[in-house]
Structure formats: structure tokens, C-alpha cells
Nanobody
Framework: QVQLEESGGGLVQGGDALRLSCAAS????????IGWFRQAPGKEREFVAS??????????NYADSVRGRFTISAEDARNTVHLQMNALNSADTAVYYC??????????????????WGQGTQVTVSS
């Protein structure tokens, strides 16, 4: 059984930074992609960023809305994945979810492509 647990959410002001973490237990994800998604009230769950590894190394992928502001990284033999979020604005307010997929590829942006999910952590950015 796989468990994913997010942490690091909170209330910040516009322009501030925040770092989210996703801890995986039950198995390692040395060859599986990990992604971050977010869902604002009344909106669909949307892709934020993902990271995966193949024989040539790590690959990451970002939504256009966060590219250049957010950075995804991994540590602890890839059992912990972080999302560093800089220059936050009110449009970033949402529940952020960590997800894992069986495939190594980080290029999937549809939530249906991810098999495992955490419970989410709230990020609120005040303007």
C-alpha cells in the first residue's frame, strides 16, 4: 500500500514564498513520477508540476502558470518531494495535492494518469 502525505501549507501574503513537501511511505518511488496538483473552490483539479527519472536522469515538468516561480525537487532517495513556491499570488490559492504514478514519465498532466494521492494541504495567499 502506498501513502502520500503533504505538509507545508499555510496562509501567506502576496509575493511571499512557501515550500510544500510530500512524503511517501509503503514503497519507494525511485522510478516513478511524482506530481503536484491543485484545486481551487469551484474549479477542476489542475496540474502544477511533476518530476520523474529515467536512465538518463531526472526530468521535470511545469504548468505555464507556475513556470519560473515554482521548483520541484526530490530528496531521501526520492521518498520526499518538495515544491518550492515563490512570488505567490492570490491565483495560487488552492488545496495542493501530491500524486504518484506508476510510470517514470513526468509529462502526464491529467489527474487520471496518477494512481496514488495524498489528502492535500491548503495554501492561501492574501492580496
Amino acid at each position: 500500500q502506498v501513502q502520500l502525505e503533504e505538509s507545508g501549507g499555510g496562509l501567506v501574503q502576496g509575493g511571499d514564498a512557501l515550500r510544500l513537501s510530500c512524503a511517501a511511505s509503503g514503497r519507494t518511488f525511485s522510478r516513478n513520477a511524482i506530481g503536484w496538483f491543485r484545486q481551487a473552490p469551484g474549479k477542476e483539479r489542475e496540474f502544477v508540476a511533476s518530476i520523474g527519472w529515467n536512465w538518463s536522469g531526472g526530468r521535470d515538468n511545469y504548468a505555464d502558470s507556475v513556470r519560473g516561480r515554482f521548483t520541484i525537487s526530490a530528496e531521501d532517495a526520492r521518498n520526499t518531494v518538495h515544491l518550492q513556491m515563490n512570488a505567490l499570488n492570490s491565483a495560487d490559492t488552492a488545496v495542493y495535492y501530491c500524486a504518484a504514478r506508476i510510470s517514470w514519465s513526468p509529462y502526464a498532466t491529467d489527474p487520471a494518469d496518477y494512481e496514488y494521492w495524498g489528502q492535500g494541504t491548503q495554501v492561501t495567499v492574501s492580496s
